[in-house]
């Protein structure tokens, strides 16, 4: 007997965890050799017949698909298709998009024989005995004794009567699930190699103390750990392999201080000076030691995502998110005067109580409190959530169809919905993609509003039609020097400055920009400098020398009005040198040497 575990992920380097627990955790308790579990894992940009194509092609007796609100309508769409080119195939779903209403899941797509809802390890375990024994017996699967599915007896279709609830599946402890990559494969070949391109992610625990309104995780408000000894072990493997980035799971890791607190200790110890990790947590919840733990780790060692969601009181209570601003203020503050580690912070349009202004009060304070990346989310009505519930009550109108995205609530209009989906892709492209750092920094200085400043760059795409088409990486400076000289053209040399310093920040464009200063009359000095003070010749791939105006690095930090450098403020144009061989581990910036006077 064969059956399919079928994931459809977003994107290529995202990887199920979902799916490889549930063939790990069979094949631990289960390992009879006529049962074969494969894995297929597709993403919701392949072709649709190719994906009906490979199923056919492995001849499964069952097939489960893992349903998230990112695939559920590339998932439904196959199974009429695959029901026809598989009929003697049993179809089953499960995740949290088909476990919360699992009966009108089967009622809509009669070619499925049930939905596993809930934690599927043991429940998928007991299914594949039911289909084993089966099999053997040359009878149909006796369904009624698996807990934690809900399924039809029959193929009738529209008969209510025919689908049956079984009673929850009891929860797996933790330490029972495997640990699949080290596995080999029946060739030998490690598992670790199919995650070459892919994020790694790990679960250490689940569930959420918390009980936020619009999330799942909160729902059975009971957190289990996986062992540290088994965690630490595991995180060695990682260490050992030298993976790029493991991604924890965990929806609050930080709800426990020893179990964090060791966590972080042993990564910080046995640092290999490659991979990264990061963490979902709560800030608040941080202690003293605990941050004092954080500052002291390699930069880059550790990420942070931490949901602010809104600064709004009336909003935060309205979704059951217990949260002081202030104290949370000054918690990122001290991780952010560290140095080393990069902070992502997550803001949510959309929830009860906030409308445009609260929104952009939101979206200021988060912004001043300077995070690496600045998430701007908009709220999914998920099924099974409080707030899926409460929907009429706050006037919360979402989309039809998957992923339930906010169309308007009591508080918020459909045009404000449009404004604010502006406003995300100007923050992604100019704030999250840190290639105009310090042109944006002093901009939104100058103006005193970030959410206004991200507001009428917006503006300015929408009026020159610049959302209509895919800009290039210099396209994307031409039309921000455009927007700086319409919005303060008295600065607007400055800017054009501040933007070339952008751009060379990040690489040695080969491409400089018209409005530039001409370097000719430097030249000699930087090929010098690379001679006498890098050892090396000049090499564009390693170095870039430029000139600025003081004023110009007073502005983006890089000269300090109370420093040393002071008396150059009035000076002419300062030779500066980047180094692309040594970066900012959290914003990947080249390294910026000032050259001296006597150099210059």
């Known amino acids: ?90 179809l089953w779903l499960g995740g949290p998009e088909v476990s919360y209403d699992a009966a009108q899941v089967l009622r809509e797509f009669p070619v499925l024989r049930g939905v596993m809802a809930g934690e599927g390890e043991i429940t998928f375990s007991c299914l594949l005995d039911a289909y084993k024994a089966s099999a053997r017996g040359g009878s149909a699967p006796e369904l009624a004794g698996v807990r934690g599915i809900v399924y039809r007896s029959g193929r009738r279709k529209d008969s209510k009567e025919e689908i049956h609830i079984n009673p929850p599946a ?133 990420q942070l995502e931490i949901g602010v969601q809104s600064v709004n009181p009336k909003t935060l209570r309205a979704i059951s998110r217990p949260q002081n601003i202030d104290h949370l203020r000054q918690i990122v503050s001290k991780i952010h005067a560290a140095g080393n580690i990069h902070q992502h912070l997550d803001l949510i349009a959309g929830l009860p109580e906030e409308n445009l202004e609260s929104f952009a009060r939101s979206f200021d304070e988060v912004y001043r409190m300077r995070p ?51 406003i995300e892709e100007m923050v992604e492209v100019y704030y999250n993609s840190w290639q105009f750092g310090t042109t944006m920094r002093v901009l939104t200085k100058q103006d005193g509003s970030p959410f206004h400043v991200y507001s009428s760059l917006a503006d300015y795409y929408s009026k020159h039609k610049l959302t209509e088409i895919c ?30 310093l952008d751009l060379y920040l990040r690489e040695n464009s080969r491409s400089r920009p018209d409005w530039a200063r001409d370097l000719t009359a430097y030249r000699e000095i930087f090929r010098r400098y690379c001679r006498e003070e890098m050892g090396m010749k ?21 000269i300090s009005l109370d420093g040393p450098e002071q008396k150059t403020r009035t000076g002419g144009p300062i030779p500066v040198m980047f180094d692309y061989r040594n970066r900012d581990p959290l914003t990947g910036n080249a390294k910026v040497i000032l050259l001296s006077e006597g150099t210059a």
């Open 170 to 302: 009891e929860l797996p402890d933790l330490d029972e699930i495997p640990f699949f990559y080290e596995e080999r494969d029946h060739s030998g070949k490690e598992t670790l190699r199919a995650f070459d391109h892919r994020i790694i992610y790990y679960e250490s625990s689940r569930g959420c103390p918390f009980c936020c309104s619009y999330c799942l995780s909160s729902i059975g408000k009971r957190v289990r750990f996986r062992s540290l000894a088994l965690v630490k072990r595991e995180l060695q493997f990682f260490l050992d392999a030298g993976v790029p980035q493991v991604k924890f799971v965990d929806r609050t890791f930080n709800c426990d201080h020893a179990h964090a607190s060791a966590i972080w200790q042993y990564i910080q110890e046995h640092d290999n000076g490659i991979t990264n990790f990061h963490f979902e947590i709560e800030a608040e919840l941080l202690t003293q030691e605990e941050i004092r733990l954080l500052s002291g780790m390699r930069p880059g060692l550790v």
């Open 471 to 500: 800009l290039s990486r210099p396209e994307r400076f031409e039309a921000l020097r455009g927007f700086t000289a319409e919005e303060d053209p008295e600065h607007e040399a400055l800017y054009r400055e501040l933007l070339v």
């Open 538 to 558: 000049p090499d564009r791939r390693m170095v870039h020398g430029d000139v600025f105006l003081p004023e110009t690095l007073i502005a983006a930090g890089m």
């Open 372 to 422: 690496q990346q600045l998430q701007m989310g908009f709220l999914k009505l998920l099924k099974g959530s409080a707030l899926y519930r409460d929907a009429e009550k706050f006037g919360i109108v979402c989309r039809e169809r998957a992923p339930y995205e906010v169309i308007r609530t009591k508080w918020l209009s459909y045009d404000d919905v449009l404004r604010l989906k502006g």
């Open 1 to 90: 007997m064969k059956t399919v575990l079928a994931a459809v992920n977003a994107k290529f380097i995202h990887s199920s965890l979902a799916v490889r627990d549930l063939k790990a955790f069979a094949e631990c308790r289960r390992n009879e050799p006529e049962t074969v579990i494969e894995l297929a894992e597709y993403t919701i940009n392949e072709q649709q017949d190719r994906v009906l194509a490979d199923l056919y092609r492995r001849h499964p007796d069952v097939i489960a698909f893992s349903c998230y609100i990112w695939n559920i309508e590339y998932i439904t769409a196959l199974l009429g298709d695959l029901h026809r080119i598989l009929p003697d195939a049993e």
